[in-house]
């Protein structure tokens, strides 16, 4: 059984940065195709950005395009969102995904397994 456990969410201004950490464990890290999703208050769990078994390929919502970045250290069983130029409507709870099937370039609706998920906050 895979887990995964975020880290890192908080408080941040308008324009400001936050990494987030997700650790995995239950499975070699390298098969685990890896992804960050998020929900806002009152709103459906969107998807973030996908990142593939090795780290070679990613894909991102285009809401996040450009500002976030996904990354994962297959030495160190983590991955990673760098979150900068935040704006209020970042706002959310951020959930990291683990999937055991290859990676697409495409927005994600499921993943295998979830973690408990962060809050990140962003003030204006």
């Known amino acids: 059984q895979v887990q995964v456990a975020e880290s890192g969410g908080g408080l941040v201004q308008t324009g400001g940065s936050l990494k987030l950490s997700c650790a995995a464990s239950?499975?070699?890290?390298?098969?685990?195709?890896m992804g960050w999703f998020r929900q806002a208050p009152g709103r459906d769990r969107e998807f973030v950005a996908v990142?593939?078994?090795?780290?070679?390929?990613?894909y991102y919502a285009d809401s996040v395009k450009g500002r976030f970045t996904i990354s994962r250290d297959n030495v160190e069983n983590t991955m990673y969102l760098q979150m900068n130029r935040l704006k209020p409507e970042d706002t959310a709870v951020y959930y990291c995904?683990?999937?055991?099937?290859?990676?697409?370039?495409?927005?994600?609706?499921?993943?295998?397994?979830w973690g408990k998920g962060t809050l990140v906050t962003v003030s204006s």
């Open positions: 239950g499975r070699t890290f390298s098969t685990l195709t």
């Open positions: 990142i593939s078994r090795s780290g070679a390929l990613t």
């Open positions: 995904a683990a999937d055991l099937r290859a990676f697409r370039p495409r927005d994600y609706s499921e993943m295998d397994y």
